[in-house]
């Protein structure tokens, strides 16, 4: 007796598939692991906007990878409606076709606003944004020097250091816990889970049921005890609607991973330009280029998410030049976007303040936290710049090893090293994160007075720094 033939998440049959395309270039190997930029420039002149791709070699894992701005801006704006984030949109793996890959886990579909289309989206993203917009910029950059000194004064005295370990990967995952107000020793659990999710190894998959743990009892203990911080004001933006803690952890848990991979990419690939192209350096330090400007030059060439693996058709579609099938596996190339001579500038200058690239996404799913995540690079790189002036590269940056780019690309260590470092200002405790006056943000209770004993504090992480330098 044979299984029924599985259904579409609506509960109809598949319709039939567009013919299949000849061939499906590999979407892996030594030209995409090495050079992935000159990958992406050389598949569009040879094939044109849109490529089906390949990403595994055991077959089953294909999809359309999208190079054209023009055709990506048609499916991250998604006017036809044709396309969804849902996984359970994807035909393949419905179907069983789609081998064991590291990116798979990635795509499972969630109760956050990542995985949702539509009115359910505007539903999900409207509290997160709110509770974003609570944030003192003041206070936050305070908080992320504070963090970046801490770091810095734990480098070895001696000698390189590697600063995507020392520096890069950790601090954006310690402003975000501050920010979230996790305790010290849940925020430790929670960089345990996520380096083992990040790795991708055997743990992985009970990792990830770990973190979803770990994110509902943040949000339990915020519900009894509401604080000065992102998960008490996401929790506030519910209101005395109809509240489900695992939902809101699945929201607390995207503010987290949303923070951490791209931004430490972001922070090390401006390091990288910095250290490597005098121009823009020399630019940089007689103040003609502020650090935000050079970083937003380096989303043209090397944006953080080089690819999105978020987007499937619910309906058969025409994208460039190819008939797409309802359920196929539409892949979005953010570092493709920068090449595309239709918007990429071509004075240098304008390369710096243009914000035509792709790198935020756009459309309903376009990044929600663009300015923190732009202040905590910021904030990153002129720390590092000041406090170790005459910063270099130790290695030929042709020696460099760099890790998979499916998704985010970054060097697996960054060696830079300086003649002199200069000491950390005195500074005072960091400030608490208060919402900033007049924001559309509700909290559950008033901040208490300064002098209250009670007055809730950003983590300061004295331990947990310690321990991502130990791991």
Same mark, same amino acid.
């Given at each position: ?13 598949? @319709? ?5 395309? =000849? ?46 701005? *023009? ?32 990116? /798979? ?9 990542? %995985? ?17 917009? !609570? ?50 020793? *849940?925020? #430790? ?26 994110? *509902? ?7 009894? =005890? ?13 209101? #005395? !609607? ?73 309906? @058969? ?14 892949? /979005?190339?953010?570092?493709? %976007? ?11 200058? =304008?390369?710096? =303040? ?13 990044? @929600? ?76 209770? @008033? ?12 983590? *300061? ?11």
């Amino acid at each position: 007796m044979t299984s029924p033939a599985p259904l579409m998440p609506d509960g109809t049959p598949w @319709p039939p598939r567009a013919g299949a395309p =000849a061939s499906h270039v590999p979407m892996y190997g030594p030209e995409f692991d090495n050079d992935p930029v000159g990958f992406y420039r050389s598949l569009r002149e040879k094939y044109g906007p849109v490529v089906p791709v390949e990403v595994d070699e055991r077959g089953g894992f294909q999809g359309w990878l999208v190079l054209g701005h *023009r055709e990506q801006v048609e499916v991250l704006n998604n006017r036809s409606g044709v396309y969804t984030h849902d996984s359970r949109w994807w035909r393949d793996q419905v179907e069983g076709r789609v081998p064991d890959h590291p990116l /798979v886990q990635q795509t499972e579909r969630r109760r956050n606003m990542f %995985s949702a289309d539509g009115a359910e989206h505007r539903r999900l993203r409207a509290p997160v944004e709110q509770a974003l917009a !609570g944030l003192h910029p003041e206070h936050t950059r305070g908080y992320v020097d504070h963090l970046a000194d801490q770091l810095i004064d734990a480098f070895p005295a001696f000698g390189p250091v590697d600063v995507v370990n020392w520096y890069a990967q950790p601090l954006p995952m310690l402003v975000m816990m501050g920010l979230l107000g996790l305790p010290e020793e *849940r925020a #430790t659990a929670v960089s345990q889970t996520v380096l083992e999710i990040v790795q991708a190894g055997p743990g992985a998959t009970a990792a990830a049921r770990r973190l979803d743990e770990l994110m *509902r009892e943040q949000v339990e203990e915020k519900l009894k =005890a509401p604080g000065a911080d992102l998960t008490s004001w996401l929790i506030a933006q519910y209101g #005395t !609607g109809v509240f489900d803690p695992d939902e809101v952890a699945d929201q607390v848990r995207v503010l987290l991973q949303g923070g951490l991979g791209p931004t430490s990419a972001w922070i090390a690939s401006t390091l990288l330009r910095l250290v490597t192209d005098d121009r823009l350096r020399g630019d940089v330090e007689s103040g003609v280029v502020t650090v935000a400007e050079a970083a937003n030059r380096v989303l043209w060439d090397d944006p953080p998410v080089h690819n999105v693996f978020m987007n499937w058709a619910t309906a @058969p579609t025409t994208l460039g030049q190819y008939e797409i099938s309802a359920g196929d596996l539409v892949i /979005v190339s953010m570092a493709a %976007s920068g090449l595309d001579p239709a918007v990429r500038p071509v004075e240098e200058e =304008a390369l710096r =303040a243009s914000r035509a690239h792709l790198a935020w996404g756009a459309g309903p799913h376009a990044c @929600p936290s663009q300015e923190l995540g732009t202040l905590i690079v910021d904030c990153a790189v002129r720390r590092l710049l000041h406090r170790l002036p005459a910063l270099r590269l130790a290695i030929d940056e042709r020696d460099l090893a760099w890790g998979p780019s499916y998704v985010v690309r970054m060097p697996i260590e960054l060696p830079l090293m300086s003649p002199t470092r200069v000491p950390a200002d005195t500074t005072a405790e960091p400030p608490a994160f208060l919402p900033v006056p007049g924001a559309a943000v509700d909290p559950t209770a @008033p901040p208490p007075p300064p002098g209250d004993p009670h007055r809730p504090q950003p983590g *300061r992480w004295r331990a947990l720094s310690t321990w991502f330098l130990r791991k």
